[in-house]
């Protein structure tokens, strides 16, 4: 089975960092681009960032570029999401989601989600 | 690229269909085959329910369908359960700059 958990939410004050952490199993890591979804409180889904499945390419939404940084270890089957000078409306469930692979190339549909991991930016 | 726009809120009785609809631009549903739809009842994972525009996951009812026109991207339900109720996000690819763009979500009641 497909697992994603994620991990390293929390309480943090404006202008901080915060890194989020992402396990995944039962599927070919190495082969799948992962990416971040968050989801504000009452809000809806907001995609932040995608990284390649060799993690050579990055992509951002506008809201976080700059200031977000995706990476993964792929001997660690692990994506981390680095945030840095965070603002109050950075305050969401942050989801982290596998990408649907046909015939070994990854699209652009996120196929197995995880629970997510909640972070509050506040003072 | 800005949210790709969708009703609200949507309702039907059960046994009824329903049809969600996705308005982007020419530079994201216009421009890609690469819409998807996905189903997100509170305090759970979102799941894929529509991929390619048209193409069910392994698993996905077939109650469950979509098209596009244009710059418009469609969800239709037919048969409506109660287990339907749920938000419904429409996503599309936008491009090597944007990546994807979700639309602000619809909320399905059953009544």
């Known amino acids: 089975d497909v697992q994603v958990l994620e991990s390293g939410g929390g309480l943090v004050q404006p202008g901080g960092s915060l890194r989020l952490s992402c396990v995944a199993s039962g599927f070919t890591f190495t082969s799948s681009a992962m990416s971040w979804v968050r989801q504000a409180p009452g809000g809806g889904l907001e995609w932040v960032s995608t990284?390649?499945?060799?993690?050579?390419?990055?992509y951002y939404a506008d809201s976080v570029k700059g200031r977000f940084t995706v990476s993964r270890d792929n001997s660690k089957n692990t994506v981390y999401l680095q945030m840095n000078s965070l603002r109050a409306e950075d305050t969401a469930l942050y989801y982290c989601?596998?990408?649907?692979?046909?015939?070994?190339?990854?699209?652009?549909?996120?196929?197995?989600w995880g629970q997510g991991t909640l972070v509050t930016v506040s003072s | 690229h800005s949210a790709l726009t969708q009703p609200r809120s949507v309702s039907g009785s059960p046994g009824q269909s329903v049809t969600i609809s996705c308005t982007g631009t020419s530079g994201d549903v216009g421009n890609w085959d690469y819409v998807s739809w996905y189903q997100h009842h509170p305090g759970k994972a979102p799941k894929l329910m529509i991929y390619d525009v048209t193409k069910r996951p392994s698993g996905v009812p077939n109650r469950f369908s979509g098209s596009k026109s244009g710059n418009t991207a469609s969800l239709t339900i037919s048969g409506l359960q109660g287990e339907d109720e749920a938000d419904y996000y429409c996503c599309s690819y936008g491009g090597s700059d944007t990546y994807v763009v979700f639309g602000g979500g619809t909320k399905l009641t059953v009544l």
């Open positions: 989601a596998n990408h649907i692979v046909i015939s070994g190339s990854y699209y652009p549909y996120f196929d197995d």
């Open positions: 990284i390649s499945d060799s993690g050579h390419t990055a």
